[in-house]
């Protein structure tokens, strides 16, 4: 055995390869398409998604979610499908507290500890969302799912001034996006056990959905509106 060396410290790749249980560091995590990597290691993919997801629109209901797992000093990996992502379009475009329009799906055991989410809006705040369990019952792709009653939150979201905080269960900060990022971004704050970090990301691209899809609704109304306003103009 040698004295007074220093060991190195892992890779990235080593990082990521852990288990379940293990704790991911703070890290800020960049959306490329169907693709989800560190910022500091674009080059190795973290999770993945089968649909470009920030330009999706209504027709689109299901998303696939994939964590990229490794194995220990290998560079094998494999695409392990985790969560099912859904968009059960409503007529009206008032946010029910009852249902979730948006809301996840957990296939894979670790997630299972978690259960499935969903996004509540804020009570008269449309710019703060709640993550609640759903109770997937009987739920079909023509139905909203009904939040779990009385039950605790598993994050917070809270936009203000161009920035949006997500927050745990618990009230502390645990990731955060800016408005004014030319990328879609998330920095990731806070150390998190595995399980719940994919559930953040997971919950992450709903949100990035769930805007695209918002986007895609003001425009015609926007359009609208203006034809409306031009032919009252001319023949009143």
């Known amino acids: 055995m040698e004295i007074g060396t220093t060991a190195s410290p892992p890779s990235y790749a080593e990082a990521v ?78 946010p029910s507290t009852q249902y979730a329009e948006y809301f996840i799906e957990f296939l894979a055991a670790p997630a299972r500890r978690l259960g499935h ?44 001034s161009g920035v949006c905080k997500w927050m745990g269960g618990n009230g502390h900060d645990v990731a955060v996006e800016y408005d004014s990022d030319p990328q879609h971004r998330l920095l990731v704050t806070a150390s998190l056990q595995r399980e719940t970090r994919d559930a953040l990301v997971a919950l992450w691209c709903c949100r990035l959905w769930q805007q695209s899809v918002n986007r895609q609704w003001a425009t015609p109304l926007m359009v609208y509106s203006g034809i409306f306003s031009f032919r009252w103009k001319k023949f009143r």
């Open 17 to 94: 390869s852990h288990t379940v249980d293990d704790l991911p560091q703070p890290v800020i995590l960049v959306l490329d398409n169907q693709s989800i990597y560190a910022e500091s290691s674009p080059t190795i993919k973290l999770y993945e998604v089968n649909r470009g997801i920030a330009r999706l629109g209504r027709a689109t209901l299901n998303v696939k979610f994939s964590r990229i797992e490794r194995s220990a000093g290998s560079t094998n990996q494999r695409s392990r499908h985790i969560y099912d992502l859904h968009h059960t379009p409503t007529l009206v475009r008032i």
């Open 117 to 160: 989410l969903g996004f509540k809006t804020g009570h008269g705040v449309p710019e703060d969302w709640t993550a609640l369990p759903v109770d997937m019952k009987g739920w079909s792709e023509l139905h909203n799912p009904p939040f779990v009653a009385g039950a605790a939150p598993v994050f917070e979201a809270h936009h203000r």
